[in-house]
C-alpha cells in the first residue's frame, strides 16, 4: 500500500518538464510520415494535449476503404475500451448503486460460473482484473463467440477459475464484458446508450460509440495486416469486444478525453474517485481500474492503457503532472504494435527527444523466408507425387513407418493453437486467429500439411495397385 501511495503522490506532484516547443506538431507530421514510409503503415490518427490545449489532433495516411484518415475519422480504440468502463462504473458506485468492494452477484445475478468460488468476485476485482478468471481456465477468444452483452456473461455458466478471487492479477478480456454487463442491468439502459449519455455527450466526444462484434466496426475502422511488407486491407476475425475493446473513436474526440482526464474528470467524476481509478492493486503493483501505471524513459510518471485488435492497434497515455496526453490509433494488427511502437516516438518528442524510426519493414525477412518454404514444399510434392510409383517399387511391403516423418507438419498445423496457449504463458487464440498473428507461417504451415498430405495419398496408392 506505501508503495501505491507513493506512486500516486508522484502522478500528483511531480514537477513539468518545459513546455512543449511550439514545433512539435510538424516534428509530429515528420516523425509519423518517416515512420509510415520505413514500415508501410497505411493509416493513423494522433492526438497530442496539454492540461486544456489540444497541441495537434491529425491523420495521417489512408483506411482499408481507400478514404484519407484524418482527426475525425472513427477508428477502432481495442483495449483503450477498458478506460471508459471503468469510468461508468465509478460514476455507479459515487451514486451509491454500486458498491465496488461487494460481489458482481448482488447487483447481477444472472453471472454464474461452474466454479462456486465465483460468488465471491467483487466489482472492483472485475476492473482490477483480480476476479481469479483467465485465458488458461476460460478460452474467450477460441470459444463461440456471443453476440451481446447478456451473451457474454450467460457463457461463463460451465466456466471455472484459474485462482481465488482476490489473490491473482491476469489480464482477462471477460473482467470487462462482466463489468459492462453490470452497467446495463443497474442502470436499465444498454452499455452504449450509457456511454453516450454519461461519458461521450458530456464531453463533447460526438463521434464516438462502442460496438459487440467485428461485425459492427465501421469501414473506416477495419484494418490491414502486413504480408510480405505490404499492408493488406482483411476483415477483422469473429470476435467479441463490448465493454472490453468496442469503442470507436476519432482524435478530435480522443483529445477531449485526454483533456477531461488531466483535469481529473471534473464533470463526470469526483477527485476521490479519480484517485481510486488510478490506484493499482497489490497483486499487480501496475494496474489499476482501466488503466496502467509506469512511467517514460525518462522517469516521468504516466498512466496508459493499450489496445490490440487483430487487425489494428490503439494506445492512449497521460502525463499527470505535467498535464500531457498522447492517443494513438494505428490500422494494423496486434502483431506489429504500430500504435505502441509510436507511441514511444511521440513520447521522445514531447519531452524534447529525438524518435527512433525502425530499420526495415516489419518481419519482411521472416515473410520471405516462409514464402520461400511455401514454394519449396509446394515443389517437393509436385516431386513426391510424380515419383510415388517409383517408390512404391522400391518398397514392396507395407512399411508405413517410413511415411511418419510427413506426418509431422499434419500433427503441428492441428495442434498449433494448444502450442501457442503454451507458449503464449495460457492466453488464448482460435486457430483462424494465428493466421491474422502469423500469416506467411500459417500459409506454410497450411501448404506444408497439404503436400504431406498429397505425397502420402500418392505413395499409398501405388503402394495398393503394386499388391494387386
Same mark, same amino acid.
Given at each position: 500500500?506505501?508503495?501505491?501511495?507513493?506512486?500516486?503522490?508522484?502522478?500528483t506532484?511531480?514537477p513539468?518538464?518545459?513546455?512543449?516547443?511550439?514545433?512539435?506538431?510538424?516534428s509530429?507530421?515528420?516523425?509519423?510520415?518517416?515512420?509510415?514510409?520505413?514500415t508501410?503503415?497505411?493509416?493513423?490518427?494522433?492526438?497530442?494535449?496539454?492540461?486544456?490545449e489540444?497541441?495537434h489532433?491529425?491523420?495521417?495516411?489512408?483506411?482499408?476503404t481507400?478514404?484519407?484518415?484524418?482527426?475525425?475519422?472513427?477508428?477502432?480504440?481495442a483495449?483503450?475500451?477498458?478506460?471508459?468502463?471503468?469510468?461508468?462504473v465509478?460514476?455507479?458506485?459515487?451514486?451509491?448503486?454500486?458498491a465496488?468492494?461487494?460481489?458482481?452477484?448482488?447487483?447481477?445475478p444472472?453471472?454464474?460460473m461452474?466454479?462456486?468460488?465465483?460468488?465471491?468476485?467483487?466489482?472492483?476485482?472485475?476492473?482490477?482484473?483480480?476476479?481469479?478468471?483467465?485465458?488458461?481456465?476460460?478460452r474467450?477468444?477460441?470459444?463461440?463467440?456471443?453476440?451481446?452483452?447478456?451473451?457474454?456473461?450467460?457463457?461463463?455458466?460451465?466456466?471455472?477459475?484459474?485462482?481465488?478471487?482476490?489473490?491473482?492479477?491476469?489480464?482477462?478480456?471477460?473482467?470487462?464484458?462482466?463489468?459492462?454487463?453490470?452497467?446495463?442491468?443497474?442502470?436499465g439502459?444498454?452499455?452504449a446508450?450509457?456511454?453516450?449519455?454519461?461519458?461521450f455527450e458530456?464531453?463533447?466526444?460526438?463521434?464516438?460509440t462502442?460496438?459487440?462484434?467485428?461485425r459492427? $466496426? *465501421?469501414?473506416?475502422?477495419?484494418?490491414? @495486416?502486413?504480408? =510480405?511488407?505490404? !499492408?493488406?486491407?482483411?476483415?477483422?476475425?469473429? &470476435?467479441?469486444?463490448?465493454g472490453?475493446?468496442?469503442?470507436?473513436?476519432?482524435?478530435?474526440?480522443?483529445?477531449?478525453?485526454?483533456?477531461a482526464?488531466n483535469?481529473?474528470?471534473?464533470?463526470?467524476?469526483s477527485?476521490?474517485?479519480?484517485e481510486?481509478?488510478?490506484?493499482?492493486?497489490?497483486?499487480?503493483?501496475?494496474?489499476?481500474?482501466?488503466?496502467?501505471?509506469?512511467?517514460?524513459?525518462?522517469?516521468t510518471p504516466?498512466?496508459?492503457?493499450?489496445?490490440?485488435?487483430?487487425?489494428?492497434?490503439?494506445h492512449?497515455?497521460?502525463?499527470?503532472?505535467p498535464?500531457?496526453?498522447?492517443?494513438?490509433?494505428?490500422?494494423?494488427?496486434?502483431a506489429?504494435?504500430?500504435?505502441?511502437?509510436?507511441?514511444t516516438?511521440?513520447?521522445?518528442?514531447?519531452?524534447?527527444?529525438?524518435?527512433? $524510426? *525502425?530499420?526495415s519493414?516489419p518481419?519482411? @525477412?521472416?515473410? =520471405?523466408?516462409? !514464402?520461400?518454404?511455401?514454394?519449396?514444399?509446394? &515443389?517437393?510434392?509436385?516431386?513426391?507425387?510424380?515419383?510415388?510409383?517409383?517408390?512404391?517399387a522400391r518398397?514392396?511391403?507395407?512399411?508405413l513407418?517410413?511415411?511418419?516423418?510427413?506426418?509431422?507438419?499434419i500433427?503441428?498445423?492441428?495442434?498449433?493453437?494448444?502450442?501457442?496457449?503454451?507458449?503464449?504463458?495460457?492466453?488464448?487464440?482460435a486457430?483462424?486467429?494465428?493466421?491474422?498473428l502469423?500469416p506467411?507461417?500459417?500459409?506454410?504451415?497450411?501448404?506444408?500439411?497439404?503436400?504431406?498430405?498429397?505425397?502420402v495419398?500418392?505413395?499409398?496408392?501405388?503402394?495398393?495397385?503394386?499388391?494387386?
Amino acid at each position: 500500500m506505501l508503495r501505491t501511495a507513493l506512486v500516486a503522490i508522484c502522478l500528483t506532484f511531480v514537477p513539468a518538464p518545459a513546455s512543449v516547443p511550439a514545433s512539435v506538431p510538424a516534428s509530429v507530421d515528420a516523425y509519423v510520415e518517416q515512420y509510415r514510409a520505413a514500415t508501410g503503415l497505411p493509416g493513423v490518427a494522433v492526438a497530442i494535449t496539454k492540461k486544456g490545449e489540444v497541441i495537434h489532433a491529425a491523420g495521417y495516411g489512408r483506411t482499408a476503404t481507400g478514404e484519407p484518415v484524418t482527426a475525425g475519422t472513427p477508428m477502432a480504440m481495442a483495449s483503450v475500451s477498458k478506460s471508459f468502463t471503468a469510468l461508468a462504473v465509478m460514476q455507479l458506485a459515487e451514486q451509491g448503486k454500486v458498491a465496488l468492494d461487494q460481489p458482481v452477484r448482488r447487483y447481477l445475478p444472472e453471472f454464474t460460473m461452474a466454479d462456486p468460488r465465483a460468488a465471491k468476485i467483487t466489482v472492483r476485482q472485475l476492473l482490477n482484473q483480480t476476479s481469479g478468471m483467465a485465458d488458461s481456465a476460460f478460452r474467450e477468444k477460441s470459444l463461440p463467440q456471443p453476440d451481446t452483452l447478456q451473451g457474454a456473461v450467460a457463457r461463463l455458466r460451465t466456466a471455472r477459475l484459474a485462482a481465488e478471487p482476490g489473490t491473482a492479477f491476469s489480464y482477462h478480456n471477460t473482467n470487462y464484458q462482466v463489468a459492462a454487463r453490470l452497467i446495463e442491468v443497474v442502470s436499465g439502459r444498454p452499455f452504449a446508450a450509457y456511454l453516450d449519455a454519461h461519458v461521450f455527450e458530456p464531453l463533447g466526444m460526438r463521434h464516438s460509440t462502442t460496438i459487440d462484434t467485428d461485425r459492427d $466496426l *465501421p469501414a473506416t475502422a477495419r484494418g490491414h @495486416l502486413y504480408v =510480405l511488407g505490404r !499492408a493488406v486491407a482483411v476483415p477483422e476475425p469473429t &470476435g467479441f469486444g463490448n465493454g472490453s475493446g468496442g469503442v470507436i473513436s476519432t482524435a478530435d474526440d480522443m483529445a477531449k478525453w485526454l483533456i477531461a482526464q488531466n483535469a481529473a474528470l471534473p464533470t463526470l467524476l469526483s477527485p476521490r474517485s479519480v484517485e481510486e481509478m488510478r490506484t493499482a492493486s497489490e497483486q499487480s503493483r501496475d494496474y489499476a481500474l482501466g488503466w496502467m501505471i509506469g512511467t517514460t524513459g525518462r522517469g516521468t510518471p504516466v498512466l496508459e492503457h493499450g489496445g490490440d485488435l487483430f487487425t489494428s492497434t490503439a494506445h492512449e497515455l497521460l502525463m499527470p503532472g505535467p498535464g500531457y496526453g498522447i492517443a494513438v490509433m494505428a490500422n494494423t494488427g496486434m502483431a506489429f504494435s504500430d500504435a505502441h511502437t509510436l507511441m514511444t516516438g511521440l513520447l521522445a518528442i514531447v519531452e524534447g527527444g529525438t524518435p527512433q $524510426l *525502425p530499420s526495415s519493414r516489419p518481419l519482411l @525477412l521472416t515473410d =520471405l523466408l516462409f !514464402a520461400l518454404l511455401t514454394l519449396v514444399s509446394v &515443389g517437393l510434392a509436385v516431386r513426391g507425387t510424380a515419383r510415388a510409383r517409383r517408390w512404391a517399387a522400391r518398397h514392396t511391403g507395407w512399411q508405413l513407418w517410413r511415411l511418419t516423418p510427413y506426418l509431422a507438419p499434419i500433427a503441428l498445423c492441428a495442434t498449433i493453437a494448444p502450442i501457442h496457449r503454451v507458449l503464449a504463458r495460457g492466453r488464448d487464440a482460435a486457430w483462424v486467429q494465428l493466421v491474422y498473428l502469423y500469416p506467411t507461417f500459417m500459409v506454410w504451415l497450411v501448404t506444408a500439411s497439404a503436400a504431406a498430405l498429397t505425397v502420402v495419398a500418392a505413395r499409398l496408392w501405388s503402394l495398393a495397385r503394386l499388391r494387386r
